[in-house]
């Protein structure tokens, strides 16, 4: 259980970080307007971010423009950061009994 409350923690921080890297690109996108190609920075971020826009557009039905898509990747990884750190890792803290755990009527 130790493992997998680890794991779930692991997890939190590498959706973060995919978090980062998508809105530095949006932010990159912006600013750098017509050059960001060329930008050193954004290429980077273009690579971090290629497998999670894949996946996202895999997923997606094809009505959704391929501009559209790295904003709908930001809004699932936020939707995967949100349920790991509201629901998943305060569940696996309870059961490891590193939180005091509310009370089964008060969760509801």
């Known amino acids: 259980m ?3 409350f680890q794991g779930a923690g692991i997890l939190q921080l590498l959706v973060t970080l995919v978090a980062l890297f998508l809105l530095g690109q949006g932010v990159l996108y912006v600013l750098a307007g017509r050059n960001r190609d060329r930008n050193l920075f954004y290429q980077l971020f273009q690579i971090t971010t290629r497998p999670v826009l894949r996946l996202t557009r895999w997923i997606t039905p094809k009505v959704i423009v391929d501009r559209h898509i ?21 569940d696996l803290a309870c059961a490891l009994g590193k939180t005091e755990c509310p009370s089964v009527g008060a969760r509801k």
């Open 2 to 4: 130790e493992l997998l």
């Open 70 to 90: 790295p904003f709908v990747a930001f809004l699932l990884v936020a939707w995967v950061w949100v349920i790991l750190a509201v629901w998943i890792l305060p």
